[in-house]
């Protein structure tokens, strides 16, 4: 007889259906049985028995039938939303609150499992699955709890819920989870936290438990050993870092050797989330000399200089230097591998589009300061102004384009920048004829800068180009008036 014949079919409605406890255990036995076995899907008709099952008053069949649910559904045996379309979400969640552990455990793995669906997150929180799971959060049990957990996670994912969850008081049991001794509950509390977060709306009630507890308590979890934890940790406090009154507490938390350890970890999923979290907190003026020390700044060349093909570690390292240039910060940059980093990086083939505008217009920012210009000369050599003049050139690249002539301006009054261009002049003639024509006053003016930097240098340009690029910058403000 076929595990899913006909006969059988027949022979499980029978037994479930029955009144007789010991007939309804054979029913849930042999659905265990085969949540074991199958490798193909379950039919409706086989998912009929599990009305009787689920609500069977005998607690071993409650055992039974909810775990071989759950195994179907985490072996992909069964359609997570025909369960919810076939009425068998009330059952499931009646065993909720029942007092046998092990149910609560199944029963918990099912929502947990079902509400990665949308349709299916909706569904439960409309039949007021919200609170009993809340309640299951705070259980003894660890198995319990764990998948209790898991399910609010899911649930997070809407923001219609995530109004539900805060008003029935998601935000304290969340909160306190995070200082669950397993790992498991700490993560899926921290990524929950992390979704509600990402709702700027939701942080006067999260920040309100204690006096900065919640930060003390994401802080604290930056140094678990478990790296989705730590990772997870610097997502929340990212998202939490929106106003400067609260980037400029997570940093007067001693937060910094932290993230100094995270970054350099060997997950590269630690590393982003941890410069990501480092570069919200360098927006703020108040925390850029903390953020400005020798071990630091070293450590964002060196990321640039080993994680040339990753774009979130290079584009973000990138945007932390350029907002801690500021004139106090300069000689400390230059002290720093910051600068060998960000220059290195532009030649690098594996740099991608987007994170290499962000590296050209740091450069940018560095060498409109004079002492950090000269600082760059030593690594300034042919390749590296090719490279320049090439970007320059590329105006289909608004930003870059004009950032990487800013560069050229910047350092072509030293000899040794002089004599690289020359060899390169033609180009370079291409693309001040470009500015100089171009729509935006700032390019115009930055092509009028350089050519008489050039012809300060020396470096000469043809009479006639140069003729034609001042009669076309002339005609050009004509026209505009």
């Known amino acids: ?60 069949v409650q ?41 609560q455990c199944n029963s918990c793995a099912c929502i947990m499992t079902l509400a990665a669906s949308e349709s299916n997150r909706e569904a439960i929180t409309s039949v007021g699955g919200v609170i009993p799971l809340l309640a299951l959060a705070n259980s003894y049990d660890p198995r319990v709890q764990q998948n209790a957990a898991g399910a609010i996670l899911n649930l997070t994912q809407s923001e219609w819920i995530q109004q539900v969850l805060c008003r029935e008081g998601a935000l304290p049991v969340l909160t306190l989870l995070l200082e669950s001794p397993d790992s498991e509950v700490q993560y899926y509390s921290c990524t929950a936290l ?32 478990v790296e989705k934890v730590s990772s997870q940790a610097c997502v929340c406090l990212r998202n939490l870092a929106v106003s400067v009154h609260i980037q400029a507490d997570i940093i007067a938390m001693d937060v910094l050797p932290q993230l100094l350890s995270l970054l350099a970890s060997s997950s590269t999923d630690v590393q982003q989330a941890s410069i990501a979290l480092l570069w919200k907190l360098s927006q703020h003026p108040g925390n850029q000399d903390t953020l400005t020390c020798a071990e630091m700044l070293n450590t964002l060349g060196k990321l640039l200089l080993t994680h040339k093909a990753d774009p979130v570690l290079v584009g973000h390292a990138a945007c932390i230097i350029k907002n801690l240039i500021l004139p106090q910060n300069m000689q400390r940059i ?27 217009a740091c450069l940018a920012e ?44 910047h350092v072509i009054c030293h000899e040794k920048v002089r004599s690289l ?15 100089l024509t171009h729509q935006e006053i700032r390019f115009q003016q930055l ?35």
């Open 366 to 409: 560095l060498a409109k300061h004079e002492g950090s210009a000269f600082h760059m000369l030593q690594w300034m050599d042919e390749s590296l102004i090719k490279c320049l003049v090439k970007l320059a050139g590329q105006l289909q690249h608004t930003e870059p384009s004009f950032q990487a002539a800013s560069i050229i301006q």
């Open 1 to 60: 007889m076929s595990l899913l014949g006909k006969n059988s079919l027949e022979a499980l409605r029978t037994l479930a259906f029955s009144e007789n406890p010991g007939l309804q255990q054979s029913a849930a036995l042999y659905y265990l049985h085969l949540s074991q076995h199958l490798i193909s899907q379950l039919t409706e008709e086989h998912l009929e028995p599990y009305y009787a099952l689920l609500q069977s008053s005998d607690v071993e």
């Open 63 to 103: 055992q039974m039938s909810s775990l071989s649910l759950v195994n179907f559904l985490l072996e992909g045996n069964i359609n997570r939303d025909l369960v919810v379309q076939m009425g068998l979400l009330e059952p499931i969640l009646e065993l909720l609150e029942l007092g046998d552990s092990t149910v």
């Open 194 to 225: 992390s979704n509600l977060a990402v709702n700027s709306h939701h942080h006067e009630a999260m920040l309100r438990t204690g006096e900065g507890f919640l930060l003390r308590t994401l802080i604290s979890l930056l140094s678990s050993s």
């Open 447 to 481: 092509g009028i800068s350089t050519v008489c930097k050039l012809q300060e240098g020396l470096i000469q340009c043809p009479v006639k180009f140069i003729k034609r690029i001042f009669l076309g910058h002339i005609l050009n403000w004509c026209e505009r008036l």
């Open 334 to 360: 230059m002290e720093s591998s910051c600068s060998e980093g960000l220059l290195y990086t532009i030649l690098s083939p594996d740099v991608q589009e987007e994170p290499l505008h962000y590296v050209i």
């Open 421 to 435: 261009l020359k060899c390169h002049i033609k180009e370079i003639q291409c693309y001040l004829m470009n500015f």
